[in-house]
Structure formats: structure tokens, C-alpha cells
């Protein structure tokens, strides 16, 4: 049990709909983040928020939206994916306070683009 | 700017023998390093973490990494592979100023034959 948890496990979309991913942490974290894990690539950081405003935004498409209503909650909103989107998506939080910054990460969502 | 570069993406060890994952960073300040483990289909899961205390640090399941400030290495390992070890193992570079967020390495998926 990691504390961070992330759902759905699994979405299948089409190019066309909408959806949203959701973590939740249950550490007590003050900072959150998304990250995206193609096949045969590094894992590039998208999303950093830190007490709830986002500190860095790794040069993400603009069809990926991410909202941070408090501390404990990230959500990745998406709409008009392309197919090389088809990734798993992992969500970490951290207390980034100490300098010590151990991220702490959830099971992922792993997203297929039709 | 810091930066983690895993030598082999692929590692085969025999069950019983020596596990020897290579790392090494780069980091204009003092760094913090990591060892992650990726079981198939779930997140990234602490092994051990280096933080500027002890050079030789111990991690959950019988890993070790040592610290190696003159040769920017953080090489992680275990004296006898277990079939259990098989899984992707990331190592990972943050500093106590500037950019917080893991840089990560792209990966070492580690394959214990029986």
C-alpha cells in the first residue's frame, strides 16, 4: 500500500471523447505529480503542483489538462488524444519540505488511444 | 541540470548469482539519488534512496547501492538473484535546490533465469 491510488486502472478511449484520470494520497504530501511511461522511453515528468499551483509543466500538449483541487487530489483531464498518447500515465506525490523529496508513486493508469 | 544514464537496458543474472545495475549521474549540486523497482503492470516502488548521510545505503529486499562521488556513480546490487528480482529498476537524481522533480534514467529490466 503505497498511498497513492489512481483510477481507472485501465481506459480505452477513442480520439474524439473526453476523460479524466484521478489520483488521490493519503500521505499528507504537499506536492503532486504526473508522469507519462511510453514503451522503450524514459519517464518524462508532464505535471508538478505544489501546494495546489503548478510549479512546472514539462511542455505538455495542451489536449492534456491537469487540475489540483487541493493537496491530496490530481486529476489529468484529456480530450482529442492521438494514438501515440497510449501510455502509462503514474501519479507520485512527495513531501518536498526537509529537501528530502522521496516521491511516492500510484499503480498508473495505463490508456489506449484508438 | 542533472541527468541519470543506466548502462543496459537489459540485464540477465542466473538465480543465486551477483546483481549489478550500473548508474551514473549528473548533477551540478550535491544530489539525491534513488533506486525505484517497476513490477509488471504497477508503479514505481522505493528501493533505496541516498540523501548525503551514509555513502552505503541498504534498501528493502536485499539491495545495496553505494555512493561514488569521483566516479558520479550509484550502482545498485544484490549478492544472490531471486526469481522474485525479475522486474524494471530505475535509478533517479533530485538536489535539495533547484528543480525538485526525479529525473530518471530510461531503465534497467533485470531477467533472473532459473
Known amino acids: 500500500e503505497t498511498g497513492v491510488t489512481q483510477t481507472p486502472r485501465h481506459l480505452v478511449m477513442g480520439m474524439t471523447n473526453k476523460k479524466s484520470l484521478k489520483c488521490e494520497q493519503h500521505l499528507g504530501h504537499n506536492a503532486m505529480y504526473w508522469y507519462k511511461q511510453s514503451a522503450k522511453k524514459p519517464l518524462e515528468l508532464m505535471f508538478v503542483?505544489?501546494?495546489?499551483?503548478?510549479?512546472e509543466n514539462n511542455s505538455v500538449p495542451s489536449r492534456f489538462s491537469p487540475e489540483c483541487p487541493n493537496s491530496s487530489h490530481l486529476f489529468l483531464h484529456l480530450h482529442t488524444l492521438q494514438p501515440e498518447d497510449s501510455a502509462l500515465y503514474l501519479c507520485?506525490?512527495?513531501?518536498?519540505?526537509?529537501?528530502?523529496?522521496?516521491?511516492?508513486f500510484g499503480a498508473g493508469t495505463r490508456l489506449s488511444v484508438l | 541540470a542533472q541527468s541519470v544514464t543506466q548502462l543496459g537496458s537489459h540485464v540477465s543474472v542466473s538465480e543465486g548469482a551477483l546483481v549489478l545495475l550500473r548508474c551514473n549521474y549528473s548533477?551540478?549540486?550535491?544530489?539525491?539519488l534513488f533506486w525505484y523497482v517497476q513490477y509488471p503492470n504497477q508503479g514505481l516502488q522505493l528501493l533505496l534512496k541516498y540523501t548525503s548521510a551514509a555513502t552505503l545505503v541498504k534498501g528493502i529486499n536485499g539491495f545495496e547501492a553505494e555512493f561514488k562521488k569521483s566516479e558520479t556513480s550509484f550502482h545498485l546490487t544484490k549478492p544472490s538473484a531471486h526469481m522474485s528480482d525479475a522486474a524494471e529498476y530505475f535509478c533517479?537524481?533530485?538536489?535539495?535546490?533547484?528543480?525538485?522533480?526525479?529525473?530518471f534514467g530510461s531503465g534497467t529490466r533485470l531477467q533472473v533465469e532459473p
Open positions: 533517479a537524481v533530485t538536489a535539495d535546490t533547484g528543480r525538485r522533480a526525479l529525473t
Open positions: 503542483y505544489n501546494f495546489k499551483e503548478q510549479t
Open positions: 507520485a506525490s512527495s513531501e518536498t519540505s526537509g529537501g528530502k523529496n522521496i516521491q511516492y
Open positions: 548533477s551540478s549540486v550535491p544530489p539525491y
